[in-house]
């Protein structure tokens, strides 16, 4: 029986295809590198790039497998809701590890690992676990991804993404609506 998980992505873009060859490689992300640089800056930052996402396990093997790895058989999919609900389905098409830096709304940084999908329609995402220690306490501004610590990843595997949440906004940001700005008192 299929199992869903849910959890939540931050979105960093859609940006050319980083997995070109996609049979016979070993799972391969062969262009991993593309994806090196600096994703939210403060007029832009990532907090506001955050959307509730699932998986769907089709063969409930724990593991949502990507498009090249058997994905369509399994029945394995990534579900993201646009910020009115609407849902987009997905395959992920490769999964990579990266080293970079993350910085904070309140300015602190930190070195560390993290975990990037890119789905079948090209866009990239942010998974919500880190080994940066404030990843899940603090507003995200923006992180850089310098190095390509796995490009090799066969899949997603989500019981680890469950517990975790993207904080939404730094105490005390301005934040625009419809009517105006106005002060978040998260
Ligand atoms: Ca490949
Ligand atoms: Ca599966
Ligand atoms: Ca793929």
Redesign the pocket.
Known sequence: MPTQTDFELIFLGTVADIDIVETGDGSVAENAADLLGTYGSAGSPLFEQQYNAFTT?????????EDGEG?AA???TLTVLDTDGTPFVFEIDSTAGFFGTVTYADGATESAGFGIIQDNGGNIWLLPTSNAASFNTKAIESISLDTVAQDNGA?LAPAGLTSTEFVCFATGTLIATPDGPRVSTQ
């Open positions: 396990d089709g063969n409930d093997d724990g593991i949502i497998l994905a399994a029945g394995d899949g």
